[in-house]
């Protein structure tokens, strides 16, 4: 395959400050550094940084990272983007000191989501520090995943299937909530972590409808599910096992309102011999919606006395 792993996720955000207590205290990652702009960069293992969070005017995407192993991987990857019709341009010095690797490719894919490639990491070697969380799954299988939206999946699906080489692990037409239109859902991965990136059809194209991370026990899980609650960090779902990679996860919202799962366990497949298959349920347990709790009443307010006018019994 082109592409080694899902390398890292660049947020853009308008409240950046919010992100340093998430990334750290509700996912436990580790603040690597802040930039010049004020962007923050968060460790995960041993690789500069897996999550960067950018001031923006409007939350969403900044670029997704994908890993390639050598500068011959890169020269592939634009040789297919060429033969494919795909615009790219490759990063300036500044762009590659700044995301601490050695050379840079970026391409927007077909729903319009920011995308680099890139290879030679630079690590500074200084020691990972996660005192919330005894570890998480990464390295070599990456950050974790993306969810994200497309109106035309022929398209999306091509780019990551056929330009890429992404293999197709599950399919799956799920039903919406409160009654939509049914959802085509595409899962693909690119190492043996069970999918990397998952399309999903929806009317507006580009959106990342949550991000995950994989912790190394349950106890982390149920640790995070503890500190959200005692932080009064919304839960929008509820634990529960998914049926494609059998992951024990729940999720979380953001600070800007997008989705992230927090999970542990999910299978590692063998792609030489992994076979596609349809799913028909999100999950074998779990996963419940958690309703949003009812507003508090207003407490009516006494009525106003002149006391010049009050009648003494």
């Not at 991987?73 to 019709?85: A, F, N, P, S």
């Not at 998480?136 to 497309?150: K, R, S």
Request: net charge negative; with cysteine; charged share 20%.
């Amino acid at each position: 395959m082109l592409v080694r792993s899902l390398g890292y996720l660049r947020w853009r955000s308008p409240d950046v400050s919010a992100w340093a207590t998430f990334a750290t205290q509700i996912l436990g990652m580790m603040h690597a550094r802040t930039d010049a702009g004020g962007g923050l960069y968060f460790r995960m293992d041993d690789e500069p940084y897996r999550l960067a969070v950018v001031p923006g005017a409007e939350p969403g995407i900044d670029a997704l990272g994908f890993q390639v192993s050598d500068s011959a991987k890169l020269d592939e990857i634009t040789v297919m983007l060429d033969r494919v019709g795909i615009a790219w341009s490759g990063g300036t010095e500044a762009e590659c000191a700044d995301r601490r690797v050695g050379e840079l490719v970026r391409c927007d894919d077909p729903a319009g989501v920011p995308i680099e490639f890139y290879c030679a990491p630079i690590t500074d070697h200084t020691r990972l520090v996660t005192p919330y969380v005894d570890g998480f799954i990464a390295g070599a299988l990456g950050f974790g995943h993306v969810v994200l939206t497309t109106t035309d999946m022929a398209a999306s699906a091509g780019f990551y299937r056929d330009v890429l080489g992404f293999q197709l692990r599950n399919t799956a037409t799920l039903p919406s909530p409160n009654g939509a239109p049914s959802r085509t859902v595409q899962f693909y991965g690119c190492n043996p972590r069970h999918h990397s990136v998952a399309l999903v059809e929806f009317k507006d194209p580009g959106i990342l409808r949550h991000f995950m991370v994989e912790m190394t026990t349950l106890d982390d899980v149920g640790a995070a599910i503890d500190r959200c609650q005692d932080n009064g960090v919304t839960i929008r779902e509820t634990l529960g096992r998914h049926t494609n990679d059998l992951m024990a996860s729940f999720y979380v919202a953001a600070p800007d309102g997008t989705n992230v799962e927090i999970g542990f366990g999910a299978q590692q497949v063998d792609s030489s011999t992994w076979a596609v298959h349809e799913i028909t349920a999100p999950s074998l347990w779990g996963h419940r919606p958690v309703p949003a709790p009812p507003p508090v009443p207003e407490v009516a307010a006494e009525p106003h006395r002149d006391p010049a006018t009050a009648v003494r019994s």
